[in-house]
């Protein structure tokens, strides 16, 4: 394999430190087969993009994965799946029209402090799409077909991960970003693949800080991938 080291930049996560990433620079033909290795050492996929944090003096992102088999939902989550029973719910692996509507919708209401405002439809795709990976959609619709929420997800050799999620800022009191966690767990199980890789926990963020609430969970450290339940 070959890695490159991206320069230092503001953290979008952490203002107060600086961030580096590694890339993967290996041939993009050689990119499926190492993927899944790769999500086992605590890299993401941004685009076409294999990257994760290589940061001089922070260690504050730690790969997590859902054990999906042992997933129990919580009271609180299940308050939410009750909540979003009226939903229906499916895996497809092609892209709507409606799909990136809702995107900007998300984008513009709930992130215009962030990196990806203001959203264009060319970004989007950059983000989403790539050529060696086909991403999944787990979409979540209303009775009357209004699209509510959607999960992005790559399918790997162990599992799914999940590669980002947006949902109607009308609808805030369903917690769709949580219970599209638990929609991509529920899939994870059906397609008997054990885990869901949910990215990075980043304790010190408000944004970042709500995965290790779907358990049991493990979390990379050093390497390591330890349990918590």
């Known amino acids: 394999m070959k890695f490159g080291v991206t320069q230092r930049f503001t953290c979008n996560y952490l203002p107060a430190q600086e961030e580096q990433l590694l890339v993967c620079m290996s041939?993009?033909?050689?990119?499926?087969?190492?993927?899944?290795?790769?999500?086992?050492?605590?890299?993401?996929?941004?685009?076409?993009?294999?990257?994760?944090?290589?940061?001089?003096?922070?260690?504050?992102?730690?790969?997590?994965?859902?054990l999906c088999e042992h997933f129990t939902p919580s009271k609180s989550q299940r308050r939410i799946i009750n909540k979003n029973s009226d939903l229906l719910v499916k895996m497809t692996g092609?892209?709507?029209?409606?799909?990136?509507?809702?995107?900007?919708?998300?984008?513009?209401?709930l992130h215009a402090d962030g990196s990806m405002y203001p959203p264009?439809?060319?970004?989007?795709?950059?983000?989403i799409r790539c050529q060696w990976q086909d991403?999944?959609?787990?979409e979540a619709r209303s009775a009357s077909g209004e699209l509510l929420a959607v999960a992005v997800t790559d399918k790997i050799a162990d599992g799914l991960s999940a590669l980002y999620t947006y949902y109607s800022p009308e609808h805030g009191a369903r917690s769709l970003g949580k219970f599209m966690i638990m929609q991509q767990i529920e899939h994870a199980k059906r397609l008997d693949l054990p885990h869901l890789y949910l990215g990075y926990q980043i304790d010190d963020c408000r944004k970042m800080n709500y995965k290790t609430a779907f358990t049991p969970y493990q979390r990379l450290i050093e390497n390591h991938w330890r349990l918590f339940t």
């Open 27 to 66: 041939p993009s033909e050689d990119l499926p087969e190492l993927y899944n290795q790769l999500m086992h050492a605590g890299f993401r996929r941004s685009g076409e993009q294999l990257y994760r944090p290589h940061c001089p003096a922070c260690t504050k992102c730690n790969s997590v994965r859902i």
């Open 94 to 109: 092609h892209e709507r029209d409606d799909y990136y509507q809702l995107y900007a919708q998300y984008i513009e209401a």
């Open 120 to 127: 264009s439809y060319s970004q989007y795709r950059n983000f």
């Open 135 to 138: 991403p999944l959609f787990i």
